[in-house]
């Protein structure tokens, strides 16, 4: 019984399933979370990070953020449909992020490794490649299956009740490795690659994108092992987005 239980699950799971494919690069994914419910997630997040966070003051810098992130999702039809917001924050944290529904967040720390308005809009489109290739969507839904797969597995298997908890931390480690970092690092690549051509048709230098990352990668000495890493190594990063870049001349 517990076993047909089980397969039922999995077969609710797959009836609820969307395929889809990312943009630019045709990707084939499986969504299992519904497109509204990703949405208000990601709203219900930015109110809270915007009431714990402290935007930045600085007008010209701020105004900059807003422009670069409206000329690359003017250029992009899957765009259309967010109603679209972007944030400086005031925090010496190099980092930059976007939330599902459209809410992308730069901290002034990130903007010292950036010398115009190119570099700047390497990220903002890789920011947005992420809200639009549904990357948040996708790995909840990694995760989901990872979980139905732990219980499938666990009651094929009859793991002893004293095990379970055993069994529970290996599959875990197993599955992040092999499954959610791996694919992790696939859309941190997907998304450069979709940044750089929503940066290249909004009239920006994809070639500055390069300079950037080669800028980040002299700054992080030290970096976690990719495989382990939710990005890809700066080096392999550098190397694919030079490739594609030679692909758009």
């Known amino acids: 019984m517990k076993k047909i239980v089980l397969i ?34 990601g709203l219900n997040e930015a109110d809270s990070i915007l009431k714990n966070a402290t935007l930045s003051s600085d007008k010209t810098l701020t105004n900059k953020i807003v422009k670069i992130g409206k000329n690359i999702v003017a250029v992009s039809d899957d765009a259309q449909k967010y109603e679209w917001n972007f944030y400086l924050l005031e925090d010496e944290s190099v980092n930059a992020f976007a939330l599902p529904g459209g809410k992308v967040f730069f901290y002034t720390g990130i903007l010292k490794f950036m010398d115009n308005d190119d570099q700047i809009a390497a990220v903002m489109g890789h920011e947005i490649a992420h809200v639009l290739a549904h990357h948040g969507a996708e790995r909840m839904s990694q995760q989901m299956l990872s979980n139905v797969g732990a219980q499938a597995l666990s009651s094929a298997l009859e793991i002893p009740a004293e095990y379970e908890s055993l069994y529970n931390t290996a599959y875990g480690l197993a599955s992040n490795l092999g499954v959610i970092l791996p694919f992790s690092r696939k859309h941190e690549s997907e998304a450069d690659t979709i940044g750089v051509y929503l940066m290249y048709k909004a009239g920006y230098n994809p070639n500055e994108a390069i300079k950037f990352w080669q800028k980040m990668a002299a700054a992080s000495k030290g970096a ?17 987005i030079t490739a594609y870049i030679e692909t758009l001349q």
């Open 224 to 240: 976690t092992l990719e495989f382990l890493s939710t990005h890809p190594s700066d080096e392999r990063r550098i190397k694919d």
């Open 8 to 41: 039922s699950l999995i077969g609710l799971f797959m009836t609820g399933c969307v395929i889809s494919n990312a943009p630019v690069t045709g990707r084939t994914q499986l969504i299992l979370v519904d497109e509204k419910q990703e949405n208000a997630l």
